[in-house]
């Protein structure tokens, strides 16, 4: 079966570094589009960055993040520098199959989704 493991949360001052990994089993990677969403306490999931042939962010982390992805690995990843205590929160891949969809953005169509990995940037 499909499964996404991330890794690399944790605890972080604010404008320090971390480095998000999900590994992907089960599905052929090189066919999936992959993002990141986040969720924080008492608020909705909300997109944070998605990566096809092409990359897109959400305008609260644009410059300050950076998603890649490594065919080779099965793995996608999520730079995040600058962090801010607002990026708080318990962070999501996803994986969705490439085909007709209005938009990368909406967590609706994406099919498999990891566990999650917490993220605490401290001020």
């Known amino acids: 079966q499909v499964q996404l493991v991330e890794s690399g949360g944790g605890l972080v001052q604010a404008g320090g570094s971390l480095r998000l990994s999900c590994a992907a089993s089960?599905?052929?990677?090189?066919?999936?589009?992959m993002a990141w969403f986040r969720q924080a306490p008492g608020k909705e999931r909300e997109f944070v960055a998605t990566i096809s042939l092409s990359v897109d962010y959400a305008d609260s982390v644009k410059g300050r993040f950076t998603i890649s992805r490594d065919s080779a690995k099965n793995t996608v990843y999520l730079q995040m520098s600058s962090l801010k205590p607002e990026d708080t929160a318990l962070y999501y891949c996803a994986a969705r199959r490439f085909g007709a969809y209005s938009s990368a953005r909406d967590p609706q169509d994406y099919q498999y989704w990891g566990q999650g990995t917490q993220v605490t940037v401290s001020s």
């Open positions: 089960g599905l052929t990677f090189t066919h999936y589009r």
